[in-house]
């Protein structure tokens, strides 16, 4: 299995620019067909067309929403275009907004800027720092870091709006997912089981960030910032511990530590297991569902293949 799995939501704020679709600001189109950047650009502070002193650079990622540093005499802002919603069946933006906006207030995530009431787009301020990599994820230390930034966020008041629901999620997948298959059936009852062995239902439900890959950690010199609230909902705070294992094996190697730091000391073996295998058959599923409407990679259809192996195997057969 690779140990950098392509996250659920492909990077939608890599801070890799892609230079040929870097430039000085010019007309909108040349960088994005869609008519829709020039109006959302209208919003960023400091914009006005034709202005030498502003430029846009189109950035890495995001088969479903594109993004792009936006530098003006104002400051450096990140504008995101959204033309459709790709993550966990989320039907609109509002609860990604208003959980991201309690982080930004917390100090561990870009402050936002300006949302679209139509949900097109998104503005934040552009964070300087170090985007992290898979060998952050081996590290002690950097694990240490990012258990602290998500007590922090575990700690903050969690709204009504947003509750989710993993097991209905599961079980929406199974019925949009064609041909049917039995062992998606299965799988739901296994989940049935897993959720309460978990012990989830015995913690108290807080804000959880849900996709926790590199390209959503930026390191900077205040400490941790987690971009791409996309997934961001109100559930299990284990679930994001989960997450972490999931998408990177050598991290299960500090699985106690992570999970003394991140505030769940009393989470037994078993119990992350089972959260481990449920996060592990939510991203499965999410894969078998989007390869209905998107044609997938070559590196998607490998980490599916892995994720389909580890399902299989059950919450309880080990990794």
């Known amino acids: ?84 919603t790709d993550a966990w069946l989320v039907t609109d933006r509002k609860v990604e907004r208003e959980l991201h906006a309690r982080a930004a207030a917390e100090g561990i995530a870009p402050r936002i800027v300006h949302a679209d009431e139509q949900d097109r ?8 720092g170090r985007l992290w990599s898979a060998a952050d994820f081996a590290a002690a230390d950097s694990l240490a870091l990012l258990a602290q930034t998500l007590r922090r966020l575990h700690g903050l008041q969690a ?26 059936q ?21 804000i959880v960030h849900h996709d926790l890959h590199a390209s959503n950690v930026i390191e900077t010199r205040c400490g941790l ?8 909902a109100v559930s299990d705070p284990l679930l994001d511990v989960a997450c972490v294992l999931s998408y990177y094996e050598p991290a299960r190697s500090f699985a106690s530590m ?31 569902e989007r390869r209905q409407r998107r044609v997938p990679t070559q590196a998607e259809l490998d980490t599916a293949r892995g994720l389909s192996l580890r399902v299989a195997r059950g919450p309880q057969r080990g990794r």
Do not use: K
């Not at 996250?7 to 000085?24: I, K």
């Not at 910032?225 to 961001?232: H, Q, R």
């Open 1 to 84: 299995m690779a140990e950098d799995l392509p996250r659920p939501d492909p990077g939608e704020l890599s801070r890799t620019a892609v230079p040929q679709a870097t430039s000085a600001f010019g007309p909108a189109a040349a960088l994005d067909p869609e008519p829709t950047l020039g109006f959302a650009l209208t919003h960023v502070p400091g914009y006005l067309p034709g202005r030498p002193d502003v430029a846009i650079t189109r950035l890495a990622g995001g088969s479903v929403n594109h993004s792009y540093r936006v530098s003006t005499p104002a400051g450096e802002y990140v504008l995101r275009l959204s033309p459709q």
């Open 121 to 128: 787009w998104l503005i934040t301020e552009f964070i300087e």
């Open 159 to 184: 709204p009504a709006r947003g509750r989710f629901d993993l097991l209905s999620a599961l079980g929406a997948y199974v019925q949009r997912i064609r041909p049917a298959d039995a062992r998606l």
């Open 186 to 206: 299965t799988y739901l009852e296994e989940a049935a089981r897993a959720w309460p062995a978990s012990g989830a239902p015995d913690r108290r439900a807080t």
């Open 225 to 232: 910032m987690l971009i791409d609230w996309e997934c961001a």
């Open 258 to 288: 992570f999970l003394e730091r991140v505030g769940l000391p009393g989470v037994s073996a078993p119990q992350l297991q089972a959260a481990v295998w449920l996060f592990d058959l939510h991203t499965w599923l999410w894969y078998c």
